[in-house]
């Protein structure tokens, strides 16, 4: 089966910078992907690891060790409608392509 | 807007009745994704279509059911509701199953 673990809860300062982790042990992997949920909301695409390294996408940036199972969602200038759950998910292909989400990352920024 | 449509936005229903959720994908997109999210849980992959054909399941209920359409929209049936069923329920679409998933607003099921 999948195991992709994440924290349950962070809180950070506005304007400051936080660092949400994700670590997953899984066969078939085919790269991870991180997704914003506002309460009760649809999910939204944030970003797209499949090989080593950093991509960065304006004041969001995700970075990727495939050795290690560990990937990491960097938030900088954080503002307050940055209050969200946040979802690593990782592909697995397995015959077809199928995503498995950890529970997410619930962060709250205070002023 | 992700392009991705659903209906009903909520439901409400009794126990051991049966529902129909719909799905249309975004333009182009020929994968649809169904997924159940309930409170504070992650969400749990139900099962994908890919042009009208079932391409993977995963934790889907025997009572529960989908089908895609020729125009690719897709329903999930869902049968002899349980309490336990009570849950937000996403669709997702993307153009094949190696692109980026794209969810809907989600039906918010309440069973009674």
């Known amino acids: 089966g999948q195991n992709i673990d994440q924290p349950t809860e962070m809180t950070a300062t506005e304007g400051a910078i936080v660092q949400i982790n994700c670590t997953y042990q899984t066969s078939g992997f085919n790269g991870l992907f991180w997704y914003q949920q506002h309460a009760g909301e649809a999910p939204t695409f944030l970003s797209y690891n499949v090989l080593d390294g950093l991509e960065e996408k304006g004041r969001f940036s995700s970075f990727l060790s495939r050795s290690k199972g560990y990937s990491y969602l960097l938030l900088k200038e954080l503002q307050m409608k940055d209050s969200a759950s946040y979802l690593c998910?990782?592909?697995?292909?397995?015959?077809?392509?199928?995503?498995?989400f950890g529970t997410g990352t619930r962060l709250t920024v205070i002023p | 807007d992700s392009g991705v449509t659903q209906t009903p936005k909520h439901l409400i229903t009794a126990t051991g009745q049966r529902v129909t959720l719909r799905c249309s994908p975004r333009s182009g997109d020929l994968s649809v994704y169904w997924y159940q999210q309930s409170l504070d849980q992650g969400l749990q992959f139900l099962i994908q279509?890919?042009?009208?054909?079932?391409?993977a399941k995963g934790n889907i209920l025997e009572r529960f059911s989908a089908q895609q359409f020729p125009d690719l929209h897709s329903e999930l049936n869902l049968s002899s509701l349980e309490l336990g069923d009570s849950a937000l329920y996403f669709c997702?679409?993307?153009?094949?199953?190696?692109?980026?998933?794209?969810f809907g607003p989600g039906t918010r099921l309440t069973v009674l």
């Open positions: 998910a990782v592909r697995v292909k397995t015959g077809a392509n199928n995503l498995f």
């Open positions: 997702a679409s993307s153009v094949g199953d190696e692109d980026t998933q794209y």
């Open positions: 279509y890919y042009n009208g054909e079932e391409r």
